[in-house]
Structure formats: C-alpha cells, structure tokens
C-alpha cells in the first residue's frame, strides 16, 4: 500500500502487511492466465475496430446509445466502444480479434482474473441442479457465514441483484433505524442509481441536493445533503444546521466514482465521532472497495467500523450479487424479521451464490492482497514516472488492488480537484493505449483495477506502452 505521487496521502495499517504470498499467486497466475498475449507490435499492427464499429451501428438502433449502462459509450473518451468477444484471467478479446490486458474487470468484480477455472466448474455443478428456486438454499448460508466473519461491521447481511440496490435497501434501513430523513453524500461519490442519490453535488459550501438527471422528482432528493469528499468543516456545518434531521453520513470510503480518491487521515475517524455525537448513522458503500482493499473491506483496512455496509461486484464473483449488512439491532427491522419492506425475485439465487463463494474462497489465500498491492504499486509507480519523463502533469495512488491517475498536477482530494485533470489529454492517452492493446475505463473519473490474473509482464507490458503513448500525446 501507499500513495505514489501527488498527494493523495492514505496511511498504512502494519496488520495487513506481512502475509508470505509468492507460491499462491503463481498458482493464482498459472490457473487463470491461460491465453497468452501477443507482443504490442504484433497488436498495432493488426488494430481494426471494423466488427465493432458494425455491430455498434447496429446496437444504437436497438438499445439507448447502443449500449445497456451508460460509462461504457465511450463518450468522455471520444470514439465508439469496443464489443467483446471473450475473456480469460488478466485478458480480453474483442470481436475483432483484438487482445488487451484489462484493467476494469468488469468495474471490479473480476479480483480473481475473468472466468477463474475453479469458479466456472463450481458453477456447472450447481448449474446442474437448477439456476433460480426462489427459495432458500444451502448456498446463501455459506455466503453469508463467509461475508460475516470478513467484515467487520456486519453481524446479519440481505443479498440483493445490484449495487444499486444494496444503496436503496440500506436508506431505507437507516431511515427505518434512525427515525429521521436528511442525509449526507459527497459529492463524487456514486451510490446507483436510484433517485436520492442521483444529485448534483455543487462545489464550495454545501447547498440542498437537486436532482442530476430529468425525471427524478425534487422530492426524491430534497433530503439529500452533500459535501465535497475530504471536508469535514462542510459536514460540521451541514449536521449544525440540520440538528437532530439527519439518518446518515453515506460514502465511499476510498472514492472510485471519481477517479481514484483515498481519504485524508482521520477524515474517515472524524465522520464516525460525528455521527456518534448527532445520532446519526455511518454508512460505508463498499461496493467497490469490499474484497478489494482488503478481505475485510476498506473498513478492516483503515479499522473504521461503520453502522451498516453495502457490498456488490466482488461477492457475486461476476454474477449479479449485491448485499446490505450491519449491526443485528438494525437488520432486524429488514422483513421478514421486522417492519422495513424489501424484497427480490431472484436475490440469493445459487449460480451467484456459487460464484461469490468461489472468489472469496481465492481471496482468503495468504498473499492474495500482497500480491495485488504488489503489483498495482509497480503498475501506477511505472505510469506516473513515464508521464512525468514525458513532460505531463499527472498524479495518482493507489492501495491493494484499486488504482488512479489524473492529468493534473494534484494534489486530488476531492471531486473538485479532479475535475482540474486534462481530460482531452487523458482521452488520447486512453485511445493510445487501447491501440497499444491494454483497456483502461474510458474515463478520467473512474478507478482502475488490478487482479490476481495479472502478471509481473501484463504490468511490464502495460508500462512500456504507456510510455510510448505518453511520449505521442
Ligand atoms: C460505490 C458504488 N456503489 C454502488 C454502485 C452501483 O452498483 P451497480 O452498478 O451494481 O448497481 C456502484 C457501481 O459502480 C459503486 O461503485
């Protein structure tokens, strides 16, 4: 762990640091990485988007944008989008042919490399006894027992579909526990889609939400208060004038959703008084960042236990799995055991199960989370030192396996500073890159992700064609 540059200044917990880890991630390596890249020259040459920029014609026609969620048009990069053919460990393939080292993992969930042997075998055993009973089964205690004892603040968990929908589950709660409204968000910090917090978080002092996108009524998220990430004076302000209004504090706790953005020492200990003090709850949206910053989550990692914690990506192992957990008083109000109403036709269904299962039963290996601090620190150390020997302004961090850079000098603390990144400039570099073989999210304002699949070359490769394209852009 550490920050590499530019100063987002994340401190460094001893406890997570000295795991032995080098036979397991060569068996993590060699179990997953099964096709093997070409070198960059083979790629450049033969780079065609021909197939994509077909079926992408296509698709507009038959799906908004021609696609099914919005980040993946290509829009703040410029271009069309890439169709995907198939993926395997640290690599994809496009439907051209084209091979990269992926750095989204599907937005996160792939930690163990894309389609892991032991998790797709797992999944055809149990595929073979059915793909949904909506009923309970064995599968959903075992997930459960295992997201249980990794995180520290949950004593009772709910499966759900989505990260969006752990967000809404978990408003509710707080809403249902706490007897009150109002909440604080930051701004950058994306919690799904659902209407309250879809708000525009203005800069500077802190103003009542309105809504981000038509359709969402000004009463859905009138409730909504937002600070800047990293200011705790405007959260102080926002609980002294609302006193005794407000549910909850909401947050990522290692911001993704705006770029890489790891909180300021003590900020993360600060909201936790606070909200003690006001009766308020803390909310740690750990969609991203659950089994990714460590097993236990960013709140085993930085030893802050929030009141309840949502979950998504990672423990579906690329199924679509989400989950909203807490202290036993207060998930004892979710029906069926209490009054607060919500349910899923399809939630805790055994392929999704099977899956998470899987990927934590892989992440629990001694040295999975060295390795990947390992690597992701020589990954983002390598960018950030071609960038600066070709002349750019560029910071960026990192910890475990969830990384970051802006084109801007830094530091970045917030979302407001993020938004001072070049980001014509990051779209050349990421097109640059993509044409060098390796896939970046296509925006300057997303994190990057690293998994056991990635190997000392992928992160080698992938540095030698930053360089080159740093020295183009
Ligand atoms: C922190 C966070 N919360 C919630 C969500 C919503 O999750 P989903 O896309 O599964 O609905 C995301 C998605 O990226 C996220 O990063």
Redesign the pocket.
């Known amino acids: 762990m550490a920050s590499v540059s530019g100063g987002v200044a994340l401190s460094c917990p001893s406890r997570l640091s000295h795991r032995s880890s080098s036979s397991s991630h060569r068996r993590h390596v060699s179990s997953s990485s099964v096709k093997m890249a070409v070198s960059v020259d083979e790629k450049k040459k033969s780079f065609t988007l021909r197939k994509s920029e077909e079926a992408f014609e296509i698709a507009k026609e038959l799906m908004p944008g021609g696609v099914n969620s919005p980040v993946r048009a290509f829009k703040s990069v410029g271009g069309q989008p890439i169709l995907f053919d198939s993926v395997k460990g640290s690599h994809m393939w496009d439907i051209d042919g084209n091979e990269y080292i992926d750095y989204v993992g599907s937005?996160g969930p792939a930690i163990i490399g894309h389609a892991d042997d032991e998790v797709l075998a797992a999944l055809a055993e149990t595929m073979k006894k059915g793909t949904s009973f909506g009923a309970p089964c064995l599968l959903e205690n075992i997930l459960a027992e295992m997201v249980i004892s990794a995180v520290p603040s949950i004593e009772m968990v709910r499966f759900v579909n989505?990260?969006?929908e752990a967000?809404m589950g978990m408003l509710r709660l707080a809403r249902a526990f706490t007897g009150k409204e109002k909440i604080i968000k930051f701004e950058g910090c994306?919690?799904?889609h659902a209407d309250p917090f879809l708000v525009k978080a203005g800069s500077g002092v802190a103003t009542l939400g309105l809504p981000d996108s038509p359709g969402v009524p000004r009463a859905a998220t009138f409730e909504t208060l937002t600070s800047p990430f990293n200011d705790l004076s405007t959260v102080e302000k926002l609980f002294e004038a609302n006193k005794g209004e407000i549910a909850a504090v909401i947050l990522?706790p290692v911001v993704?959703?705006s770029g890489f953005i790891a909180p300021k020492p003590d900020f993360l200990n600060a909201l936790q008084e606070i909200t003690k003090e006001n009766g308020a709850l803390l909310v740690f949206?750990e969609?991203?960042t659950g089994f990714r910053i460590s097993y236990g989550g960013a709140q085993e990692y930085f030893g802050i236990t929030p009141d309840i914690t949502?979950l998504?990506k990672i423990i579906g192992g690329g199924l679509p799995v989400?989950a909203y957990g807490g202290r036993r008083e207060i998930m004892e109000l979710v029906a069926p055991a209490g009054p607060m109403y919500q349910a899923g036709t399809l939630s805790g269904n055994p392929l999704a199960m099977t899956a998470g299962i899987q990927t934590l039963k892989r992440l629990k290996e001694p040295g999975s989370y060295e390795y990947l601090d390992k690597i992701t620190g020589e990954l983002i150390q390598g960018i950030l030192d071609a960038g600066k020997k070709a002349g750019h302004a560029i910071c960026g961090g990192y910890i475990s396996g969830m990384f970051g850079f802006f084109f801007t000098e830094g530091p970045v603390y917030n979302f407001g500073d993020a938004k001072n990144s070049d980001t014509a400039k990051f779209a050349r570099f990421f097109r640059g890159m993509l044409e060098e073989g390796v896939y970046f999210a296509p925006s300057q304002f997303e994190a990057g992700f690293t998994s056991l699949a990635h190997t000392p070359e992928d992160i080698q490769q992938t540095i030698a064609a930053a360089e080159k394209v740093f020295r183009k852009i």
Request: charged letters at 10%; hydrophobic letters at 20%; aromatic letters at 12%.
């Open positions: 937005w989505s990260g969006t967000c994306y919690h799904g990522e993704g959703n949206d969609v991203m949502t998504g989400g």
